[in-house]
T-cell receptor, first 110, second 113 residues
């Protein structure tokens, strides 16, 4: 089975930097996804890490350590529109069926 | 434009009634998925299909049924056996050959009258 853990809620100030952590336990590893979901809308793809290290995409970066079963999503220069839920997902070995964490609700204050 | 379409956006079910949620994609993706999302919880897998005419139960399949008669379509029926159907339902698809990421529809909010 799989176990994915991420904080329930985080708050931050506009313009600041925030790091959202995700720890996972899985049998067989096929990469780790981060999705962003605004309330009542579909999740949208942010990043996919399959190798260790940091991948940067504009204001968003994602880090993976396979040996530690750990990832984080780093959001820089926060904007009000970044207020959303951030979902960590790990496909199970073999079938590639994504299992999602509970999501971290990020609230950005002015 | 290619995409994945869910309908309706909002759906109300009376007690004892079966309702069907539509999911259509024109992305030519082989794999399709149904997830349920409750407040404060992540997405939980109901059913998935890797190819036409084949589908498998996910973690919470009881009270639900699906069909996959066409590549483009993967409808979900919420039966009267599902005693707590109120949730946000998300359909997703994936191109098994080229990408691991999921493309999601805009979701259907199902409520019980």
């Amino acid at each position: 089975g799989q176990n994915i853990d991420q904080p329930t809620e985080m708050t931050a100030t506009e313009g600041a930097i925030v790091q959202i952590n995700c720890t996972y336990q899985t049998s067989g590893f096929n990469g780790l996804f981060w999705y962003q979901q605004h309330a009542g809308e579909a999740p949208t793809f942010l990043s996919y890490n399959v190798l260790d290290g940091l991948e940067e995409k504009g204001r968003f970066s994602s880090f993976l350590s396979r040996s530690k079963g750990y990832s984080y999503l780093l959001l820089k220069e926060l904007q009000m529109k970044d207020s959303a839920s951030y979902l960590c997902a790990v496909p199970s070995g073999g079938s590639y069926i994504p299992t999602f964490g509970r999501g971290t609700s990020l609230i950005v204050h002015p | 434009d290619g995409g994945i379409t869910q309908s309706p956006k909002y759906l109300f079910r009376k007690e004892g009634q079966n309702v069907t949620l539509s999911c259509e994609q024109n992305l030519n993706h082989d794999a399709m998925y149904w997830y349920r999302q409750d407040p404060g919880q992540g997405l939980r897998l109901i059913y998935y299909s890797q190819i036409v005419n084949d589908f498998q139960k996910g973690d919470i399949a009881e009270g639900y049924s699906v069909s996959r008669e066409k590549k483009e379509s993967f409808p979900l029926t919420v039966t009267s056996a599902q005693k707590n159907p109120t949730a946000f339902y998300l359909c997703a698809s994936r191109d098994r050959g080229t990408s691991e990421k999921l493309f999601f529809g805009s979701g259907t909010q199902l409520s019980v009258l």
